[in-house]
């Protein structure tokens, strides 16, 4: 059973807002991710660490920004939301244990931007 | 680099039909393979999965098997039903141990 929280699950806005997605894992993984995905369902990779302080960008540009204070929890923030970045938004967790390993994603964030 | 290219949707089938949807992969060494499913308004969640070569996953009458020799890892289920209606992603991890997803197959199973 998969212990990774998103938070809000909806989330619809104006143009111009900061917003701040959340997202919460119990399972003390390591590597953390944000994808965004399209309405066409492809994922892409926008964030990614690997432990606390760590933070790196994916393979598709973002305006957003993340961080990792804590192990467990990996923020993303828009600091000025505009419609371009109406998407889904999953975060997902990993141990560091081996290629092996499962990783596990949230329920994931639907934003609107007006 | 590594990658994953899946089979192209919509797949649309009546239930109890026979369903195969095709994963070949490209990746450095000897990658771990793996199928999640997601359901709408939902997280992908793991289907199955095979580390090593001729190994078989199955998962809720879904089976897969891990072929190096054509380097593919195609998901079949003999008897679809609607419930399985959801897109499907093949994903593979390699030697730096970061994960590759497909583009994603959705599946429509009707009565």
């Known amino acids: 059973e998969a212990d990774i929280y998103q938070t809000p699950r909806y989330l619809v806005i104006g143009t111009g807002k900061k917003i701040t997605l959340e997202c919460s894992q119990t399972m003390g993984h390591d590597k953390m991710y944000w994808y965004q995905q399209d309405p066409g369902m492809e994922l892409h990779l926008i964030h990614y660490s690997y432990g606390v302080n760590s933070t790196e960008k994916g393979d598709l540009s973002s305006e957003s920004t993340v961080s990792r204070i804590r192990t467990e929890h990996f923020p993303l923030t828009l600091e000025s939301a505009r419609p371009s970045h109406t998407s889904q938004y999953l975060c997902?967790?990993?141990?560091?244990?081996?290629?092996?390993?499962?990783?596990?994603f949230g329920p994931g964030t639907r934003l609107t931007v007006l | 680099g590594n990658s994953v290219t899946q089979m192209e949707g919509p797949v649309t089938l009546s239930e109890e039909a026979f369903l195969t949807i095709n994963c070949t992969y490209t990746?450095?060494?000897?990658?771990?393979l793996f199928w999640y499913v997601q359901y709408p308004g939902e997280g992908l969640q793991l289907l199955l999965k095979?580390?090593?070569?001729?190994d078989k996953g199955s998962n809720k009458g879904f089976e897969a098997t891990y072929r190096k020799e054509t380097t593919s890892f195609h998901l079949e289920k003999g008897s679809v039903q609607v419930s399985d209606s959801a897109v499907y992603f093949c994903?593979?991890?390699?030697?730096?141990?970061?994960?590759?997803f497909g583009a994603g197959t959705r599946l429509t199973v009707k009565p």
């Open positions: 994903a593979l991890s390699a030697y730096n141990n970061d994960m590759r």
């Open positions: 997902a967790s990993r141990s560091l244990a081996g290629r092996t390993d499962t990783q596990y």
């Open positions: 095979a580390t090593k070569a001729d």
């Open positions: 990746a450095t060494g000897y990658p771990s």
